[in-house]
C-alpha cells in the first residue's frame, strides 16, 4: 500500500473503530438488561440502546465510508492480510447497509419494536391472532429489504446472506432434503426402541450446587474468566464487547439436572471462540463468528460433541455423583449417560434431543420459504405447524404457544436465521471429526479433563481468522470441500446405535 492509500486505510480503520464501539456500547446496554437491570429501566434502556445504534449505523453508511472503500477497492479477495480483510469485509457490510434507505430500516424498527410485545402478549395468552397482524408486516418489510438487497434467484437469498453468507436457499433446501430421508427414519426407530430412564434427573438439585459445578467445567475447559464473565439470565446468551470481554449467561433449574450445564457449555463454545480470535483484529468488524452457522458448530461442538460423550462423563461422572449423593448415588455412568442422550420428540425447539433438533429447524425453513414466496398466508400458520409437526415428529403441540408462538426470532424481524442452527449442527460434526483426525487420541484426552489440544485445534484452524475468512473457506481448508449432512448423519447413528440398538 503506498502513503496515501496507508492515509485512506487508517482513515476507514477510524470509521469502522468508532462504530465498533458504538455497538459494541449498546451491546453492554443490552447484556445488562438481561442480567441486572432493574425492570423501571426499561423504556430508558431501549431509548439509549436505540440511540446509540442508529449513531453507529449513521456515521457507518455515510458518504465518506463509500470514498474510502472505492479509493481503496482492488484488494485480493481471498486474502487474509489484516488490511485486504477489513477492506473486503466492511465494503460487503457497507453496500448491504446502503442498500437499505433509512425509512424501510425505521420501519422495520418500528414494526419489530411493537411486535416483540405483541408477540410476549400472545405468546402468554395463547392468542395467535394478535401477533397475526405484525406478523404480515414483518413478511412485507422481508420482502422489500430482500428486493432492496437484491438477489440471483430467490428473495430469500438476500435475507440468508445477512447470517450465512456464500449460503443459499437453493443450498440449504439439498442439504435439508438429504438430511430429512435419513433422519425420518432414524427417529422413527428410536420410537420403537424402549427409551432409557431418566427420571432422576428431575428430582430436586441445589441450583448453587449446579451452578459451581458448571462454573468449574468451563474453566477446565477453557474459558478465559480474566477475559470474559458468566452471569444468569431467562435465557441463556452470549455477547462480545471485544476479544477481551465476552459475557456469557446461563439458567439453573433445580427441577432438571443437565440443562443448566448445557446451556452454559453451548454458551462458552460461543464465547470461547469470541475469545480466540486474533487480537490484532480487536474493535473491528473482523472480529466476530464468520457466519451464524460457524458461530453455532463451536458451540454445539462443546454442547453435544464434547459435553454429551461418554468420555466427557468419564471424567466428570463421579464429582457430579459425589456432590448429588443422595439422587445420583445409585445411578451407574452407563445409566447416566443414556439418560442425558434419551431421544424424545417434543414440541419444543429449545427442549429438543440432539437427534430431533434438526427436525424443528426443517419445519421453520419450509413455512419461511413459503412464506416469503407468497404461497402461504400468516393466518394458515397455526394449522400448517400442527400438520408438519405431525409429519416430522408425529407429535402435535397442545397449544400456539407450544406451536407456532414459541420463538420470538419472527418478531425481531429474523426470517432467514432459523437455518444456521441446523448449518451450524451439521458442521460441528465435520469439524469435530477434522479435530479426531488431527488428534487421534482426542476422546482419551476428553476423559482425562484435558481439553487443551481440542482448543488449540480450534483456535488455529477457527478461531483466531475471525471473519478474515469464510464460512466456505474454512470448511474448505479443513474438508476440501463445503458443508454436507452426512458427517453428522454418521456420528448420529454410531452414537445411538449404542444407546438404542441398530439404526437405519
Ligand atoms: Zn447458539
Same mark, same amino acid.
Given at each position: ?6 492515509? +485512506? ?8 473503530? !468508532? ?7 449498546? =451491546? ?23 440511540? %446509540?445504534? =442508529? ?7 455515510? @458518504? ?11 484488494? $485480493?479477495?481471498? =486474502? ?16 448491504? *447497509? ?28 395463547? @392468542?395467535?391472532?394478535?401477533?397475526? $397482524? ?33 449460503? &443459499? ?11 430429512? *430421508? ?6 422413527? *426407530? ?19 450446587? /449446579?451452578? $459451581? ?18 452471569? #444468569? ?5 452470549? !455477547? ?43 474493535? &473491528? ?28 462423563? !468419564? ?5 457430579? /455423583? ?65 400438520? !408438519? ?31 444456521? +442452527? ?6 460441528? *460434526? ?13 476422546? $482419551?484426552?476428553?476423559? #482425562?479433563?484435558?481439553?487443551?489440544? %481440542?482448543?488449540?485445534?480450534? /483456535? ?18 479443513? &474438508? ?25
Amino acid at each position: 500500500m503506498d502513503s496515501k492509500c496507508q492515509a +485512506y486505510f487508517t482513515e476507514l480503520l477510524g470509521i469502522v473503530k !468508532t462504530v465498533g464501539d458504538l455497538q459494541s456500547t449498546a =451491546s453492554l446496554l443490552e447484556w445488562d438488561q438481561e442480567t441486572y437491570m432493574p425492570k423501571g429501566a426499561m423504556d430508558s434502556r431501549s431509548r439509549q440502546v436505540s440511540t %446509540l445504534s =442508529s449513531l453507529a449505523h449513521e456515521i457507518f453508511i455515510r @458518504d465518506r465510508t463509500g470514498e474510502l472503500l472505492e479509493m481503496l477497492s482492488g484488494t $485480493d479477495g481471498e =486474502s487474509v492480510g489484516f488490511q485486504e480483510s477489513l477492506i473486503r469485509v466492511t465494503q460487503r457490510d457497507f453496500s448491504r *447497509a446502503r442498500k437499505l434507505s433509512p425509512e424501510l430500516v425505521g420501519c422495520i424498527a418500528e414494526t419489530t419494536s411493537k411486535a416483540k410485545s405483541t408477540w410476549i402478549h400472545a405468546y402468554n395468552e395463547n @392468542d395467535f391472532g394478535n401477533f397475526a $397482524d405484525d406478523l404480515e408486516k414483518i413478511v412485507d418489510l422481508c420482502l422489500q429489504k430482500a428486493e432492496a438487497i437484491g438477489y440471483e434467484e430467490h428473495p430469500y437469498d438476500a435475507l440468508l446472506d445477512e447470517y450465512e453468507p456464500d449460503m &443459499t436457499s437453493a443450498q440449504v433446501t439439498s442439504l435439508f432434503e438429504d438430511l430429512r *430421508a435419513s433422519l425420518i427414519p432414524m427417529v422413527q *426407530a428410536i420410537q420403537e426402541s424402549s427409551s432409557p430412564k431418566h427420571e432422576y434427573l428431575h428430582l430436586s438439585y441445589d441450583g448453587d450446587i /449446579q451452578w $459451581d459445578f458448571g462454573m468449574e467445567i468451563l474453566r477446565d475447559i477453557g474459558f478465559d474468566f480474566q477475559r470474559g464473565r458468566q452471569d #444468569m439470565s431467562a435465557h441463556p446468551f452470549s !455477547t462480545s464487547f471485544s476479544v477481551n470481554d465476552v459475557r456469557i449467561t446461563t439458567r439453573v433449574n433445580e427441577r432438571n439436572l443437565v440443562s443448566g450445564l448445557f446451556s452454559s457449555l453451548h454458551e462458552a463454545g460461543h464465547g470461547m471462540y469470541e475469545q480466540g480470535i486474533d487480537a490484532e483484529l480487536d474493535g &473491528t468488524l473482523l472480529a466476530q463468528g464468520t457466519s451464524l452457522g460457524i458461530h453455532e458448530s463451536q458451540s454445539r461442538l462443546w454442547e453435544n460433541q464434547v459435553g454429551r460423550s461418554f468420555p466427557f462423563w !468419564t471424567c466428570y461422572y463421579r464429582d457430579l /455423583q459425589q456432590r448429588f449423593k443422595s439422587q445420583l448415588g445409585n445411578v451407574s455412568l452407563n445409566d447416566f449417560y443414556h439418560s442425558i442422550n434419551r431421544v424424545h420428540p417434543s414440541p419444543v425447539r429449545v427442549d429438543a434431543d440432539e437427534v430431533t433438533y434438526n427436525l424443528h429447524i426443517m419445519l421453520r425453513f419450509e413455512i419461511e420459504m413459503r412464506l416469503i414466496e407468497q404461497k402461504l398466508s400468516v393466518r394458515e400458520l397455526p394449522e400448517l405447524w400442527m400438520d !408438519t409437526m405431525q409429519d416430522y415428529l408425529g407429535i402435535q403441540p397442545e397449544n400456539d404457544t407450544q406451536g407456532v408462538l414459541q420463538d420470538i426470532h419472527w418478531a425481531l424481524g429474523a426470517i432467514g436465521y432459523f437455518p444456521t +442452527y441446523a448449518i451450524g449442527n451439521l458442521m460441528s *460434526a465435520q469439524i469435530f471429526s477434522c479435530a479426531q483426525n488431527a488428534i487421534p487420541d482426542l476422546h $482419551d484426552q476428553i476423559a #482425562m479433563g484435558k481439553f487443551h489440544p %481440542l482448543r488449540q485445534w480450534l /483456535q488455529v484452524n477457527i478461531f483466531q481468522w475471525g471473519r478474515k475468512m469464510s464460512a466456505t473457506q474454512i470448511l474448505e481448508r479443513l &474438508t476440501g470441500g463445503g458443508i454436507t449432512a452426512s458427517p453428522w448423519l454418521e456420528y448420529i447413528r454410531k452414537k445411538y446405535s449404542v444407546i438404542y440398538g441398530t439404526l437405519p
